[in-house]
């Protein structure tokens, strides 16, 4: 009676070890069918107490295979709410990134803006869809200007790129007019060997490219690029001359514009009223020139006023002085 009662606690301890055995077995499995779940892909790695699933995307294939060729654009204006609703993959910022591959170009498209609500609107329910079929990693910077200033398209963009250049290590810079959408997805909004001018054919301009020294509307430029031309001028208070200085840079550095097709490159330009000239346009394109382009990202002084990210673009509103701008 007494030996059968000393082998009790062994049988209960007996019993609670199997217990413990088969829960922590269960608590593996578990953890395992999780992992899986979550990323529905081989792990060349697991370890379920502390690294998690370990992979590392393949690189984007050099030709997306999501590309339709020429789209049809989409002219109405929805809410704001409405056009969030339709890309909810979007990062807060206009940020993405392709969810099954490393994308092989990093992309920061900067807006220069000034009371376009509307063409926002109509601009970001077309231009999301476009860029993620190219599989991009990409982000979209809206860039604003003291509404007591007058517009200064070539200094927003400047502005654009320092700004940009502080969040994400970006390769290219897609300086786009807010009123032109793209027609065609093969017009792939890579990184240049080149500075490119991307829009040459614009249903306004009957598709034809007006000159060929044209770099305004939609153009591209790496990091370098930008860099060695010292950026856009500062001094162009209202519209007109900011495009072609830029291209005189571009010539000062040896460097070529280089397009695509005018069946690829081809826009769609949203109506708008024309802005106020700069009458002192060619004085300047004439100073700079003598200047040897010294103007630029190296000159610029400015203050951001306000900066939120939403979930479709980054909006960024700065303030300058105009004086001090235009004496230097």
């Known amino acids: 009676m007494l030996g059968a009662v000393d082998t009790l606690p062994r049988a209960v301890t007996s019993c609670r070890c199997r217990y413990l055995f088969v829960c922590l077995l269960a608590f593996v499995v578990t953890q395992l069918l999780i992992f899986g779940a979550m990323?529905?892909?081989?792990?060349?790695?697991?370890?379920?107490?502390?690294?998690?699933c370990s992979t590392k995307k393949p690189l984007c294939p050099l030709?997306?295979?999501?590309?339709?060729?020429?789209?049809?654009?989409?002219?109405?204006?929805?809410?704001?709410?409405?056009?969030?609703?339709?890309y909810p993959m979007l990062q807060n910022g206009g940020r993405y990134q392709?969810?099954?591959?490393?994308?092989?170009?990093?992309?920061?498209?900067?807006?220069?803006?000034?009371?376009?609500?509307?063409?926002?609107?109509?601009?970001?329910?077309?231009?999301?869809?476009?860029?993620?079929?190219?599989?991009?990693?990409?982000?979209?910077?809206?860039?604003?200007?003291e509404e007591s200033i007058p517009f200064n398209r070539a200094l927003l963009l400047n502005?654009?790129?320092?700004?940009?250049?502080k969040v994400h290590?970006?390769?290219?810079f897609v300086f786009h007019d807010v009123d032109l959408i793209p027609e065609n997805d093969h017009n792939t909004y890579s990184c240049p060997e080149q500075p490119r001018h991307m829009s040459v054919a614009i249903d306004k301009m009957n598709?034809?490219?007006?000159?060929?020294?044209?770099?305004?509307?939609?153009?591209?430029?790496?990091?370098?690029?930008?860099?060695?031309?010292?950026?856009?001028?500062?001094?162009?208070?209202?519209?007109?001359?900011?495009?072609?200085?830029?291209?005189?840079?571009?010539?000062?550095?040896?460097?070529?514009?280089?397009?695509?097709?005018?069946?690829?490159?081809?826009?769609k330009m949203?109506?708008?009223?024309?802005?106020?000239?700069?009458?002192?346009?060619?004085?300047?394109?004439?100073?700079?020139?003598?200047q040897n382009?010294?103007?630029?990202?190296?000159?610029?002084?400015?203050?951001v006023i306000s900066r939120v990210q939403r979930r479709l673009f980054t909006y960024i509103r700065v303030s300058v002085d105009q004086k001090q701008l235009a004496s230097r």
């Open 293 to 303: 382009h010294s103007d630029g990202l190296s000159s610029l002084e400015y203050r």
């Open 63 to 86: 030709i997306s295979p999501h590309l339709v060729g020429g789209v049809e654009v989409e002219t109405s204006v929805p809410a704001w709410q409405t056009i969030e609703d339709n």
């Open 159 to 165: 502005v654009g790129f320092l700004e940009a250049s």
């Open 98 to 145: 392709p969810p099954d591959c490393e994308a092989r170009h990093r992309v920061a498209l900067i807006i220069p803006f000034r009371d376009r609500d509307i063409h926002l609107k109509i601009f970001l329910n077309n231009i999301h869809s476009f860029l993620m079929r190219q599989q991009l990693d990409y982000g979209i910077f809206v860039i604003d200007l």
């Open 169 to 172: 290590d970006y390769q290219c």
């Open 270 to 290: 949203l109506a708008h009223r024309r802005n106020q000239e700069n009458p002192r346009r060619f004085d300047l394109i004439k100073s700079e020139k003598r």
């Open 207 to 267: 598709y034809r490219l007006p000159y060929t020294t044209i770099f305004g509307g939609v153009s591209a430029m790496t990091k370098e690029q930008m860099l060695t031309v010292n950026g856009y001028p500062n001094k162009f208070f209202g519209w007109g001359g900011e495009d072609d200085e830029m291209y005189n840079r571009i010539k000062y550095h040896n460097l070529t514009i280089s397009r695509y097709t005018g069946d690829v490159a081809r826009y």
């Open 39 to 52: 990323f529905n892909r081989k792990c060349p790695y697991v370890s379920w107490l502390w690294r998690g």
